[in-house]
């Protein structure tokens, strides 16, 4: 039973990308073809699977693709702008205020020792 869990994706009544892909290049026997075609009667998956790939458009894809690595490169370039034209804030005041709070501290250790000694 193990067996079968490891197994569960790789059903041997599917067809692959590549039988598909002949299957709707014609590049099939007619008994390859006949094979096929009654697989995809049997199985939903099989035949929207087919459905999809015999309505893709390859060059529409490859421009559609094209445009999309187009425009996450234009998406990258904005934010990498973005990030280089960040204005740096302004640290001046908490620069003073850590020196004031050291300096507190040093005066409040003077006082403590000069009452303890004195």
Known sequence: MADNLLDILNQRDDLTEQELLQYLHGNLTPEERNAVEQRLSSSDMMSDAE??????DEKKMQHAVADLNKQLSLQLQQ????????????????????????????????????????
């Open 51 to 56: 459905e999809g790939l015999r309505l893709a």
């Open 79 to 118: 934010q990498r702008r973005k990030r280089k034209h960040r204005p740096v804030p302004n640290q001046s005041l908490i620069i003073v205020t850590t020196f004031l709070i050291l300096v507190l501290i040093v005066l409040g250790f003077l006082v403590i020792y000069k009452m303890k000694n004195g």
